[in-house]
């Protein structure tokens, strides 16, 4: 089971797999090793403003 994590304040998904690359997070890094000061780049928002959900991976 793969996990997504979603910005509860403007609902930007994370896929690890898929990396952030405007913020410099290189696709497959996981996310307990993005850096805590990491935001939303939408947003702002800290990362402990986003919550995990399940992924079929569809
Ligand atoms: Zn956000």
Redesign the pocket.
């Known amino acids: 089971m793969e996990y997504h994590y979603r ?1 509860r ?4 998904l994370v896929e690890p797999y898929r990396g952030e690359l405007n913020s410099g997070i290189k696709p497959d890094t996981p996310w307990e090793e993005y850096p805590e000061d990491w935001i ?1 780049p ?2 702002s ?1 800290p990362k402990s ?1 986003f919550y995990p959900i399940e992924s079929d991976g569809w």
């Open positions: 910005c304040t403007c609902g930007h939303c939408i947003c928002a403003n």
